[in-house]
């Protein structure tokens, strides 16, 4: 449309939780051998490499696990809220019909808490020089401590779903993202660590326009 510098279905939003539609679960296969081994520091985020082979089947596709980063603070908020960090899970697969990357990107918000070990045992492999990275043995590092938390209620199960677009340039819109509805901690030291080194890099919140966002 004339005027617009992109699309009408940009990321990230502010989810209305009010508003969510609620769906039947998702169906979601993960195929994940949880090996975490390298860490970037791009000086705009901190970033951690998967090995290959790790992929996530969704929406008729499978997606394979690429990397993960922070944003601080959160990009995404929930009833207008914006949390200290959002850590966002990439994974892209070839939609060779249309010629693009198509992703899935799975977002985790999180607040000022406990110390949390999944960061706590990447942190001493950040790199102090911008655009280094640091190779990490098999093991050290695994994204399952990070998941597999407990969740106190109900209400801190499933995921919003919406349709988007990277919030980084050239802002694709080809993402399927999913939030999940816990919300994570992290100790002050550890957000502020990770702060320190890539600053503030959050994308301000677009419009939803007509788009549905999906709860399960």
């Known amino acids: 449309m004339p005027g ?7 990321s990230p939003i502010n989810i209305l939780t009010k508003s969510v539609e609620q769906v039947d679960s998702r169906t979601i296969t993960v195929r994940y051998k ?3 081994n390298a860490v970037a520091n791009l000086g ?5 490499h998967f090995a290959e082979g790790s992929t996530i089947s969704a929406h008729g596709k499978t997606f394979q696990f690429k990397q993960m980063h922070f944003h601080t603070p959160s990009e995404h908020q929930l009833d207008g809220m914006t949390y200290p960090m959002e850590m966002h899970i990439v994974n892209a697969a070839e939609d060779k019909e249309n010629g ?7 977002s985790i918000l999180f607040k000022m808490g406990e110390e949390n070990k ?4 990447f942190r001493e492999f950040i790199p102090e020089e911008t655009h280094s990275i640091q190779n990490i043995q098999s093991g050290r590092v695994r994204l399952s401590d990070l998941l597999m938390v407990a969740r106190k209620n109900k209400s801190e199960e499933g995921l919003y779903f919406y349709k988007g677009s990277l919030t980084t340039p050239p802002y694709t819109e080809s993402v399927n993202w999913y939030i999940d509805k816990h919300i994570y901690e992290a100790s002050p030291e550890q957000i502020h660590t990770i702060k320190k080194i890539e600053g503030h890099n959050a994308r301000k919140v677009q419009k939803i326009h007509d788009r549905i966002i999906e709860g399960s």
């Open 118 to 121: 999944f960061i706590s045992d």
């Open 44 to 48: 705009h985020t901190i970033q951690l």
């Open 100 to 106: 693009r990357i198509e992703y899935l990107v799975a």
């Open 4 to 10: 617009l510098e992109h699309g009408l279905i940009q």
């Open 34 to 36: 949880d090996e975490v």
